[in-house]
């Protein structure tokens, strides 16, 4: 079993900057992805942005240039680093884990408990 711990978050002023961490804790075999996704009050829960193991980065456009996904293979952490944040980025950011528990096994999905960000003048 993975578990994906999410630290960081908050209230910021519009303009301001957050970083959020998410560690893979538990029987680690192998991480595909870590991401993250966000949910605003009464909308759907979208992806901000996701690095896999070997480096490759995806971002939202509404995120591109604003927010930067980092890992750390050997500690098993994603680091969303998130400038220039606006109001529309209010939202409980969850972290999202793709691992494989061995070759054989296909990859599974693990959610964490989302952490809030509140960007308020």
């Known amino acids: 079993q993975v578990q994906p711990v999410e630290s960081g978050g908050g209230l910021v002023q519009p303009g301001g900057s957050l970083s959020l961490s998410c560690a893979a804790s538990?029987?680690?075999?192998?991480?595909?992805?870590i991401g993250w996704y966000r949910q605003a009050p009464g909308k759907q829960r979208e992806l901000v942005a996701v690095i896999t193991s070997a480096g490759s980065t995806n971002y939202a456009d509404s995120v591109k240039g604003r927010f930067t996904v980092s890992g750390d293979n050997v500690k098993n952490t994603v680091y969303l680093q998130m400038n220039s944040l606006k109001t529309e980025d209010t939202a409980v950011y969850y972290c999202?884990?793709?691992?494989?528990?061995?070759?054989?096994?296909?990859?599974?999905?693990?959610w964490g408990q989302g952490t809030v960000v509140t960007v308020s003048p």
């Open positions: 538990g029987r680690i075999f192998s991480i595909y992805s």
């Open positions: 999202h884990v793709q691992h494989r528990s061995s070759p054989l096994q296909p990859i599974k999905d693990y």
